[in-house]
């Protein structure tokens, strides 16, 4: 019987081990692979004299991908990378005018993709056992391939642009992270700028 509690202790003993979480602290390491949503408006981009718009549908998708590598200086300031992908626009045909002013059928089709790198920088104003919330700014590079056409049946024209009007990324963001053991949890964040307005994924301490 003895040995039988003994067993038991050294299980129990084990498994608070395991599972026993700590805050947050300087030396850590963080991984956050993520997806983002996009805004509609992030999706689709018109000419100003469109109207009836028809067979619409998305170059791309509404979610973007990227992941968060922070290392904790101290035990509120972390600095890291961040690093994402999206691919946006949209294609339809619409009703517009042709140079007499008369009504004309033409297909818009745009997409564009974007990479950004970023260097990050968090402060972290809320730490314990499951929950790390932090604010960060984030400045960088971004990349942008942009490719659109409009057409009718008597004419085509296209044009392709490699490079971003502005080849410079930023980010201001709040977020939180949740953990639900030592090193694994959730996150989510919201900012402007470097990405899209709402990110969630995991989040992996080491």
Same mark, same amino acid.
């Given at each position: 019987?003895?040995? #039988?509690?003994?067993?038991?202790?050294? &299980?129990? %003993?084990?498994? $608070? +081990?395991?599972?026993?979480?700590?805050?947050?602290?300087?030396?850590?390491?963080?991984?956050?692979?993520y997806v983002g949503v996009m805004?509609?408006? !992030?999706?689709? +981009? @018109?000419?100003?004299?469109?109207? @009836?718009?028809?067979?619409? #549908?998305?170059?791309?998708?509404?979610?973007?991908?990227?992941?968060? /590598?922070?290392? !904790?200086? %101290?035990?509120?300031?972390?600095?890291?990378?961040? /690093?994402?992908?999206?691919?946006?626009?949209?294609?339809?045909?619409?009703?517009?005018?042709?140079?007499?002013?008369?009504?004309?059928?033409?297909?818009?089709?745009?997409?564009?993709?974007? &990479?950004?790198? !970023?260097?990050?920088?968090?402060? *972290? /104003? $809320?730490?314990?056992?499951? $929950?790390?919330?932090y604010m960060g700014g984030g400045?960088?590079?971004? *990349? =942008? =391939?942009?490719?659109?056409?409009? +057409?009718?049946?008597?004419?085509?024209?296209?044009?392709?642009?490699?490079?971003?009007?502005?080849?410079?990324?930023?980010?201001?963001?709040?977020? =939180?992270? /949740?953990?639900?053991?030592?090193?694994?949890?959730?996150?989510? @964040?919201?900012?402007?700028?470097?990405? =899209?307005?709402?990110?969630?994924?995991?989040? $992996? #301490?080491?």
């Amino acid at each position: 019987m003895k040995k #039988k509690i003994l067993l038991l202790g050294i &299980i129990l %003993a084990s498994s $608070v +081990s395991l599972f026993a979480q700590t805050e947050v602290a300087k030396g850590d390491i963080i991984i956050d692979p993520y997806v983002g949503v996009m805004q509609s408006n !992030m999706l689709r +981009s @018109e000419p100003n004299d469109v109207n @009836e718009i028809s067979n619409w #549908k998305l170059n791309g998708g509404q979610l973007a991908y990227g992941g968060r /590598f922070e290392y !904790m200086l %101290a035990d509120k300031f972390g600095l890291g990378i961040d /690093f994402n992908y999206v691919k946006s626009g949209s294609k339809y045909d619409y009703i517009g005018t042709d140079g007499q002013g008369n009504p004309a059928a033409y297909t818009w089709d745009y997409t564009a993709k974007k &990479i950004r790198a !970023m260097v990050r920088m968090n402060y *972290h /104003f $809320v730490q314990n056992e499951t $929950v790390d919330a932090y604010m960060g700014g984030g400045l960088g590079y971004k *990349h =942008t =391939t942009r490719a659109w056409t409009i +057409s009718d049946p008597n004419d085509q024209s296209g044009l392709e642009q490699e490079k971003a009007l502005i080849p410079m990324a930023f980010r201001l963001a709040v977020g =939180t992270r /949740f953990y639900f053991t030592q090193n694994i949890g959730a996150m989510i @964040e919201l900012g402007l700028g470097g990405g =899209t307005p709402l990110q969630f994924g995991l989040s $992996v #301490k080491i």
